[in-house]
């Protein structure tokens, strides 16, 4: 593979962006491992389970 362009200009890299309608922020975070497995550890002695 061959590098044939450098994209140099801010404003124009960010029009591509915007058109391809990519974004580098994720809409939500993951939640925390640790609350889950703890969640579902209560769900199971309590005897709920999470749906």
């Known amino acids: 593979m061959k590098v044939i362009a450098f ?3 801010y404003a124009a890299v ?3 962006i915007n058109h391809l309608k990519l ?3 994720a809409e939500r975070p993951p939640p925390p491992h640790l609350a889950y497995q703890e969640s579902l550890v209560a769900a199971e002695t309590s005897g ?3 749906s």
Do not use: C, P, S
Request: avoid cysteine; glycine fraction near 0%; aromatic fraction near 16%.
């Open 7 to 9: 994209l140099t200009d």
């Open 23 to 25: 974004t580098f922020l």
């Open 48 to 50: 709920e389970y999470l």
């Open 14 to 16: 960010e029009r591509i």
